[in-house]
């Protein structure tokens, strides 16, 4: 660990981890734009994952995604878990475009799930929430015949206001943004940086190296061994 980078998450008082697949891969769960991503494996994966297709094709959604998107079994990993202390200790706050709940389940604080949660499932027809269990039995709600649905957001749907509003909200306030496993090439998620701070500084930890039209420090390194290093 670079102790001047030690040091500016010593300093920091107020620091915005914004994370994608990269975060959630040691724990087991594939992303879904490397090599061996799931849109790299098959084509249609976006459309697959489209309301569009949700609509269409209730039963082939249904299927396409209890096959693909589910790891109920995965647990978090270190890069979730030092992450959970900093903002347990009011110090943090993470937006992700994680959809594969190991943020809560880790205990993290200030959270912002940017595309929704999986776990998270209500019914279009009467809107009560529903187990996710109960969603991988079944999508149709037992209690009044209407579909069910992960609290997700489906290509072609937008984006909750209120999780764009807190968002930049965070970014406004942030000393230090940290950026985590992503590529920061999905918008509008990528937009976000837009509206930082100007005086934060930025620390990209990638396996790839990143590259933005400001000055950052990139940390080319698996953030699983960045994490390990990182005093909390």
């Known amino acids: 660990m670079n102790s001047q980078i030690q040091q500016q998450f010593d300093d920091a008082n107020h ?35 489209s309301h569009r297709y949700f609509v269409t094709d209730p ?4 299927q396409f ?13 270190v890069i979730h878990t030092k992450q959970a202390a900093l903002t347990q200790r009011g110090k943090a706050a993470v937006i992700t475009q994680n959809i594969d709940n190991l943020y809560e389940t880790a205990g993290t604080q200030n959270l912002i799930d940017f595309h929704g949660n999986l776990f998270q499932v209500y019914c279009e027809k009467c ?6 269990q109960q969603y ?12 069910l649905r992960p609290d997700v957001v489906l290509y072609d749907e937008g984006i909750k206001q209120t999780n ?3 968002s930049v909200d965070y970014l406004q306030a942030a000393d230090l943004i940290v950026i985590v496993g992503t590529s920061m090439r999905v918008y509008p998620f990528a937009g976000l940086l837009e509206y930082r701070n100007p005086h934060a500084k930025v620390i990209a930890i990638n396996q790839e190296p ?11 390194q698996d953030a699983v061994e960045f994490f390990e290093a990182l005093r909390v």
């Open 15 to 49: 620091i915005v981890f914004l994370t994608g697949a990269g975060v959630s891969t040691a724990s087991g769960i594939p992303d879904f734009r490397s090599a061996n991503g799931l849109y790299t494996k098959d084509k249609n994966a976006e459309y697959y994952l």
């Open 127 to 132: 809107h009560q929430t529903v187990d996710w």
């Open 164 to 166: 764009l509003q807190q």
């Open 59 to 62: 039963d082939g959604f249904y």
């Open 210 to 220: 990143l590259q933005f039209n400001f000055p950052f420090t990139m940390v080319q």
């Open 136 to 147: 991988l039995n079944s999508r149709i709600h037992k209690a009044c015949g209407g579909p």
């Open 65 to 77: 995604s209890k096959q693909n998107l589910y790891f109920p079994a995965a647990k978090p990993n």
